[in-house]
């Protein structure tokens, strides 16, 4: 099955862009399947053994999420199979999704973000230059925690000579989807910090983190996700937050429903983050649901006043019709 599966993933990459970390979630979950299957050729097996594949998965009581993952990637796969003429039908056809939960984002109170951000801008040492660089444009930017650490340094400066920073920068994100976000003046204040003690650690790294806006002995030359979610996570235990409270993906959280609750406008929001659908954003109204009450009462033309002066008039009409 895995000349199958290369095949698949190849084209995910070549024809659908998919990044890095999605390919590698997929080959995970279809080899998990090929080792269920032992000897059995993926492109003659019945449903029946779809059907005990996911009766095995539900006795490992994965979470609704993880088997609505497991079989959208099956059914991809055997999409995929059928029309490249491996097999003539589609076995996954009478296979339901299960309903996910809609969870309600984890976020941080503005007074958190605060309280971290100062904690990392009172260091004097490299590093606390750096993650303070890096949280004042994660906030700044609500970019995914992979496109922060994988910033290359012509995406942020304007002039390389003088280190003159964009105020605009191009994101490259899922699917190869670009977007531009702003950066306000607290991080280019913080970046501009960083800059100066950059060539710290472009000196560990070597040349393979020339490109980087994050230098790093990693093997891609930056610094890794899961290494800014530990230092992250010290930061927190090092201000006194509760380091559960605390990831890159909820600092990106933070951001949009920081901006909802201040007013920023849905559409802008989906923009920033780079959401492909909408639906995906609205998720952050159910964070919020009295701000947004009161939003409305507060901005809609039909307010609050004037609702109720048109009530008293309806009350007026309805009376004089009765008599």
Same mark, same amino acid.
């Given at each position: 099955?895995?000349?199958?599966?290369?095949?698949?993933?190849?084209?995910?990459?070549?024809?659908?862009?998919?990044?890095?970390?999605?390919?590698?979630?997929?080959?995970?979950?279809?080899?998990?399947?090929?080792?269920?299957?032992?000897?059995?050729?993926?492109?003659?097996?019945?449903?029946?053994?779809?059907?005990?594949?996911?009766?095995?998965?539900?006795?490992?009581?994965?979470?609704?999420?993880?088997?609505?993952?497991?079989?959208?990637?099956?059914?991809?796969?055997?999409?995929?199979?059928?029309?490249?003429?491996?097999?003539?039908?589609?076995?996954?056809?009478?296979?339901?999704?299960?309903?996910?939960?809609?969870?309600?984002?984890?976020?941080?109170?503005?007074?958190?973000?605060? =309280? $971290?951000?100062?904690?990392? %801008?009172?260091?004097?040492?490299?590093? +606390?230059?750096? *993650?303070?660089?890096?949280?004042?444009? #994660?906030?700044?930017?609500?970019?995914?925690?992979?496109?922060?650490?994988?910033?290359?340094?012509?995406?942020?400066?304007?002039?390389?000579?003088?280190?003159?920073?964009?105020?605009?920068?191009?994101?490259?994100?899922?699917?190869?989807?670009?977007?531009?976000?702003?950066?306000?003046?607290?991080?280019?204040?913080?970046?501009?910090?960083?800059?100066?003690?950059?060539?710290?650690?472009?000196?560990?790294?070597?040349?393979?983190?020339?490109?980087?806006?994050?230098?790093?002995?990693?093997?891609?030359?930056?610094?890794?996700?899961?290494?800014?979610?530990?230092?992250?996570?010290?930061?927190?235990?090092?201000?006194?937050?509760?380091?559960?409270?605390?990831?890159?993906? =909820? $600092?990106?959280?933070?951001? %949009?429903?920081?901006?909802?609750?201040? +007013?920023?406008? *849905?559409?802008?929001?989906?923009?920033? #983050?780079?959401?492909?659908?909408?639906?995906?954003?609205?998720?952050?109204?159910?964070?919020?649901?009295?701000?947004?009450?009161?939003?409305?009462?507060?901005?809609?033309?039909?307010?609050?006043?004037?609702?109720?002066?048109?009530?008293?008039?309806?009350?007026?009409?309805?009376?004089?019709?009765?008599?």
């Amino acid at each position: 099955m895995i000349s199958f599966i290369d095949t698949f993933l190849e084209m995910l990459a070549a024809e659908r862009a998919a990044a890095a970390n999605t390919l590698s979630a997929y080959k995970r979950d279809l080899l998990d399947f090929s080792s269920f299957l032992g000897t059995k050729n993926p492109m003659i097996i019945g449903q029946d053994i779809l059907v005990d594949y996911l009766s095995h998965l539900r006795r490992k009581l994965l979470t609704p999420s993880t088997l609505a993952r497991r079989i959208s990637v099956l059914r991809q796969f055997y999409r995929f199979a059928t029309a490249e003429g491996w097999r003539s039908d589609d076995p996954t056809e009478i296979i339901e999704l299960p309903k996910k939960e809609k969870l309600i984002p984890k976020t941080l109170t503005e007074d958190d973000v605060t =309280i $971290l951000i100062d904690g990392a %801008a009172n260091s004097p040492e490299p590093e +606390g230059i750096r *993650l303070y660089a890096m949280l004042e444009t #994660l906030y700044s930017t609500g970019l995914r925690v992979s496109e922060l650490v994988s910033l290359p340094m012509t995406s942020l400066l304007a002039d390389s000579e003088s280190n003159t920073l964009q105020t605009m920068i191009l994101i490259k994100g899922k699917g190869g989807q670009e977007r531009i976000v702003p950066l306000n003046e607290p991080a280019i204040i913080a970046l501009k910090s960083y800059l100066q003690i950059r060539s710290y650690f472009l000196a560990k790294s070597g040349t393979q983190g020339m490109k980087w806006l994050f230098p790093s002995t990693s093997r891609q030359g930056y610094l890794t996700r899961h290494r800014f979610g530990q230092l992250l996570k010290q930061l927190a235990i090092d201000t006194g937050i509760d380091p559960s409270k605390i990831s890159p993906h =909820i $600092l990106r959280h933070a951001f %949009a429903t920081h901006l909802l609750r201040n +007013g920023a406008d *849905l559409l802008v929001i989906q923009k920033l #983050l780079g959401h492909a659908d909408i639906s995906t954003t609205q998720i952050y109204t159910h964070v919020i649901p009295d701000h947004l009450t009161n939003l409305v009462i507060t901005h809609h033309p039909l307010s609050q006043e004037s609702l109720l002066s048109q009530a008293i008039s309806l009350t007026k009409s309805t009376e004089k019709f009765e008599k």
